[in-house]
Each structure stands twice: as structure tokens, then as C-alpha cells.
């Protein structure tokens, strides 16, 4: 089960997810980490450190639907950055989705593009 770490710098909430994940963690991280987050703040959610198995379109489109629900706290810009390996495929398909629901994701492989779409708000 894939666990996260919560930290705020300088006005950006960054979500670090790190350890095995399983499709059902995505959905559990964003719904757990809700309440401990400003609503509307700049986001920043690094799936770097997570490792696992394959996950599916299906399991993204799913996280997007979680996401959406949660709008009133995930209502910012929210910076996704991964890996550019075949992983990425998935978070763009994740930024596609959400964007589709009205939220603003971007998928990034740069900390830095991150940061500064993320202040650029």
C-alpha cells in the first residue's frame, strides 16, 4: 500500500506519494489527504517514489471521478509530476480526464515547469 507525505512551501501544498501502489490507492490518497489540505491551494502531487504494478486506464479515469468529487478541496491548479517513462502515458490520460471534469491538471516530467505553472496561477 503506497503512503503520502504532506508539505507546504512558500504557499504550495506538494503530496508526495512514495512506496508500492496498488490500483486502489490513488482514489484512497486523494480522499485522505482532503481534509489536511487548503482548499483551492496550488498543488503539487509527485508520484515519482511510487512504484507498483501497471495500472490501467480505468484506474486513472477512476482517480480523475475521485478527484471531480472532491472538487471543493482539489478546485486550484494541480501540478502532476512523474517519470518520463511509459508511466507518463497514464498521467496525461489522468490530465485529460480531470480537465474533461473541469479541474486544472497538468501532467509535468520538470519540478521547476511544475513550480512555476503552479505560481503562475
Known amino acids: 500500500m503506497a503512503s503520502f507525505e504532506i508539505t507546504d512551501t512558500e504557499g504550495i501544498v506538494t503530496v508526495t506519494v512514495s512506496g508500492e501502489s496498488a490500483p486502489e490507492d490513488g482514489s484512497r490518497i486523494l480522499r485522505e489527504a482532503a481534509p489536511r489540505l487548503t482548499p483551492g491551494a496550488p498543488l503539487l502531487i509527485d508520484i515519482r517514489p511510487a512504484l507498483g504494478p501497471a495500472l490501467s486506464f480505468s484506474d486513472f479515469h477512476r482517480y480523475a471521478s475521485t478527484l471531480a468529487d472532491l472538487s471543493e478541496v482539489y478546485g486550484g ?3 502532476v509530476l512523474d517519470d518520463f517513462d511509459e ?3 497514464m498521467t496525461q490520460f489522468f490530465e ?3 480537465t474533461v471534469r473541469g479541474a486544472a491538471v497538468r501532467a509535468f516530467v520538470s519540478e521547476v515547469a511544475a513550480l512555476r505553472w503552479l505560481r503562475d496561477a
Open 77 to 79: 491548479r494541480i501540478a
Open 87 to 89: 508511466r507518463f502515458e
Open 96 to 98: 485529460a480526464s480531470a
